[in-house]
């Protein structure tokens, strides 16, 4: 293809020009060596972007997926939270002399002395 340099004195290239009868001008087809360029650059940007997309999706399934887990493992960590709470105001009860007293008249020891008398329950 011949040149041609612009006013700004940057080169570009020329296109041939066709007149056919009965119409008004058209330019000349591409050569079949620029069509199958273009082509090929069409179908590696299409492949491209194909592939961002699906990896966008499937990275966007593994953060649900984490999520989901995350979820599952913070309600986790609350019934360990909320045992442990439990167990150190089991163990505060403990320190405390009549609570075991309590527990151990329950178990059916009694003080020297002392007599335990056994009800039934009432149903």
């Known amino acids: 293809m011949p040149f041609q340099?612009?006013?700004?004195?940057?080169l570009t290239f020329k296109r041939k020009v066709v007149k056919e009868k009965g119409h008004e001008e058209r330019k000349q087809p591409l050569h079949p060596a620029v069509r199958r360029r273009r082509m090929?650059?069409?179908?590696?940007?299409?492949?491209?972007?194909c592939w961002?997309?699906?990896?966008?999706?499937?990275?966007?399934?593994r953060i649900w997926d984490?999520?989901?887990?995350?979820?599952?493992?913070?309600?986790?960590?609350?019934e360990a939270k909320r045992k442990t709470a439990?167990?150190?105001?089991?163990?505060k009860k403990l320190h405390r002399?009549?609570?075991l007293l309590e527990l151990a008249h329950k178990?059916?020891?009694?003080?020297?002395?002392?007599q335990?008398?056994?009800?039934?329950d009432k149903r």
């Open 107 to 114: 178990m059916g020891y009694s003080k020297p002395g002392e």
């Open 40 to 49: 090929i650059w069409l179908g590696v940007m299409v492949t491209i972007f």
């Open 97 to 99: 002399k009549d609570y």
């Open 5 to 10: 340099r612009s006013r700004d004195n940057i």
């Open 116 to 120: 335990i008398y056994s009800l039934p």
């Open 86 to 91: 439990h167990i150190n105001a089991e163990i």
């Open 66 to 78: 984490k999520e989901e887990a995350l979820a599952v493992k913070r309600q986790e960590l609350a």
């Open 52 to 61: 961002c997309v699906v990896e966008l999706i499937i990275q966007q399934n």
